[in-house]
């Protein structure tokens, strides 16, 4: 098997969030951890923004993976403001929800997340039809993440 179509990553931008955990505990669907931001930065080709505020919504599953839902508002230099959803996961390892639980946060686990944006900003509107990717990792014991963002687009159907 081979891929069905080419594609292009364009880079947008380094984020970076320095965060401030507040532990919620054992829930029914795993243990919750909300992380707030205390500050953050989208630089990139075509962005300079500031966090304005945000938060991950972090819930750790019994097999050690991290499942993130992100909600941010970001105040770009221009003064447009912009909305980031975000999805995405964290593999803490077999022994994640163990160490997350008691306490034990180490290491730099990688972060793959899925943003999308909204904005009425008409200098920003079409980052609202965007799909991103961002790749990264999370500083464990000084709790800051570090992603790139990239957003696709759909090349032309390979020949089969």
């Given at each position: 098997?081979?891929?069905?179509?080419?594609?292009?990553?364009?880079?947008?931008?380094?984020?970076?969030?320095?965060?401030?955990?507040?532990?919620i505990?054992?829930?029914p669907?795993?243990?919750?951890?909300?992380?707030?931001?205390?500050?953050?930065?989208?630089r990139?080709?075509?962005i300079?923004?500031?966090?304005?505020?945000?938060?991950?919504?972090?819930?750790?599953?019994?097999?050690?993976?991290?499942v993130?839902?992100?909600?941010?508002?970001?105040?770009?230099?221009?003064g447009?403001?912009?909305?980031?959803?975000?999805?995405?996961?964290?593999?803490?390892g077999?022994?994640?929800?163990?160490?997350?639980?008691?306490?034990?946060?180490?290491?730099?686990?990688?972060?793959?997340?899925?943003?999308?944006?909204s904005?009425?900003?008409p200098?920003?509107?079409?980052?609202?039809?965007?799909?991103?990717?961002?790749?990264?990792q999370?500083?464990?014991?000084?709790?800051?993440?570090?992603?790139?963002?990239?957003?696709?687009?759909?090349?032309?159907?390979?020949?089969?």
């Amino acid at each position: 098997m081979t891929p069905t179509w080419d594609y292009q990553l364009e880079f947008f931008a380094n984020c970076t969030v320095d965060l401030q955990a507040e532990v919620i505990g054992p829930t029914p669907d795993g243990f919750r951890v909300n992380f707030w931001a205390k500050r953050g930065s989208l630089r990139g080709p075509l962005i300079d923004a500031e966090e304005v505020q945000g938060c991950e919504f972090v819930t750790v599953r019994p097999d050690g993976m991290a499942v993130l839902n992100k909600t941010a508002t970001w105040r770009n230099r221009d003064g447009a403001l912009i909305m980031e959803r975000s999805t995405g996961m964290t593999d803490l390892g077999p022994d994640g929800l163990a160490r997350i639980s008691s306490g034990s946060w180490n290491g730099t686990p990688t972060v793959v997340s899925a943003p999308v944006w909204s904005t009425a900003h008409p200098n920003w509107v079409w980052l609202n039809r965007c799909q991103s990717l961002s790749f990264g990792q999370t500083s464990a014991p000084d709790l800051v993440v570090r992603m790139d963002v990239y957003l696709p687009s759909l090349g032309e159907q390979r020949s089969r």
